[in-house]
Structure formats: structure tokens, C-alpha cells
């Protein structure tokens, strides 16, 4: 029995890169600037919005956490 191999690109759209976007829309980024940061398309996110429920709920997280603010009033002396 042969072994079957993988044919084609490996998918360029991961974990690290999900993790991108999210944190860029979170800075308040819009989706097509975290998409050039992140080195994707517009489609490849909107596809991966709706197929992917880890995803979705990254980006609903973001989303929320957008117009938040976080002051760090931590000193030193």
C-alpha cells in the first residue's frame, strides 16, 4: 500500500496568524489593515471567519476589547 502525500501549498492561514489579526483588530486596526499586516486577503478572512469557530470567537473578543483602554499605573521609585 502506498503512502499518500499531502499535493499543494501548505495553508498560510494558522494559529500564529489568527492570533495577529485578532490583536490588531483589539489596537483598533480595521479588518483589511490587520489582513495586509498579517499577510492575507480579505476573502481568506472572511472564509476563515465563517468555517472556523476558535477563530470567530478570537475576533468577537477583539472586537469587544477594541475601544477599551488599559492604563498601567504601576511606579518605581
Not at 489568527?18 to 480595521?30: R, V
Amino acid at each position: 500500500m502506498a503512502i499518500k502525500r499531502a499535493v499543494g501549498r501548505p495553508p498560510k492561514f494558522n494559529i500564529k496568524i489568527m492570533l495577529k489579526i485578532a490583536d490588531s483588530i483589539s489596537h483598533n486596526y480595521s479588518v483589511v489593515d490587520s489582513c495586509i499586516d498579517a499577510g492575507i486577503s480579505r476573502d481568506t478572512y472572511y472564509r476563515h471567519l465563517k468555517s472556523e469557530e476558535l477563530f470567530c470567537e478570537k475576533i468577537a473578543i477583539a472586537f469587544e476589547n477594541q475601544n477599551k483602554v488599559s492604563f498601567s499605573f504601576r511606579t518605581t521609585y
